[in-house]
């Protein structure tokens, strides 16, 4: 009988190396900051609606 421990198949599925989420440092300006804070949102989510959004961009179809 198992009791606990590492299970085959169990666990969440790493993501696709185009999905992966990575660090970047950037600089805006102390009003844009400001503004991304005041949102329920983190500021990369923000960032990222707002680029999908202006520019129509969508992630890549991976499969699975």
Known sequence: MN???KREGAGRKPA?????K???S???PRWLID???EEA???AVMIEIALSEKHGWTPPDVGG
């Open 35 to 37: 503004r991304l804070d």
């Open 3 to 5: 009791k606990g421990g």
């Open 16 to 20: 696709h190396p185009l999905l992966k």
């Open 22 to 24: 990575e660090m970047i």
């Open 41 to 43: 949102e983190s500021r």
């Open 26 to 28: 950037l600089k805006l």
